[in-house]
């Protein structure tokens, strides 16, 4: 069945179109999942609510855009309203000023995405949020503070601090990617 099928007829109840579309979707969100997860564990319970919340709310689905970045945007959402509720995020006492910005493009070049993204798992998990809200969801510090009920000046000292970590990380365990650099090379 074609997604748009799948969609309608799940917006109208269908339990067959719902697995179909649990099975279409299910490995990418739970991509998404886990990068704001701590543990699988927790991945997989945020999956759990996030796929209850999808075909609870379906029917809002309006065709516009496309239905996995809406279902994505539904996931992440849901996330953030279990950290708000949490009360994890809080102001760093780290002043934000832009000179604390680093260049990481030769960083990366030299680091797979799986290795950074097992970096960035280890982070605390109001820096990992932020990070992740920032970096990868492509989110505005602006963005952020709404959605978080934060201030601009909170995300931003707390995706400073969350670079600052991955930046000791990488340099604890790819020092060469510094050697390197350093060397010339």
Not at 14 to 22: M, P, R, T, W
Not at 63 to 82: D, H, P, T, Y
Request: contains cysteine.
């Amino acid at each position: 069945m074609e997604l748009e099928s799948l969609v309608r007829a799940s917006q109208k109840g269908d339990k067959k179109a719902h697995g179909e579309l649990y099975t279409l979707l299910h490995r990418k969100m739970f991509g998404v999942c886990l990068r704001y997860a701590s543990s699988e564990a927790e991945a997989q319970d945020h999956l759990h609510d996030g796929f209850i919340h999808l075909f609870k709310n379906i029917k809002k689905y309006a065709f516009q855009g496309s239905f996995e970045g809406w279902a994505r945007r539904l996931f992440v959402n849901l996330i953030l309203q279990k950290f708000r509720s949490k009360k994890l995020l809080y102001a760093t006492g780290f002043e934000f000023n832009e000179t604390n910005e680093v260049s990481y493009e030769h960083i990366l070049e030299d680091i797979n995405a799986a290795e950074l993204l097992q970096l960035i798992t280890e982070l605390s998990p109001q820096y990992k949020l932020i990070f992740n809200l920032y970096a990868i969801e492509g989110y505005s510090h602006k963005e952020i503070a709404e959605k978080l009920e934060i201030s601009e000046g909170t995300s931003k000292s707390n995706l400073s601090r969350a670079r600052s970590i991955l930046q000791a990380k990488v340099l604890e365990r790819f020092p060469h990617c510094y050697q390197m650099k350093s060397n010339g090379g």
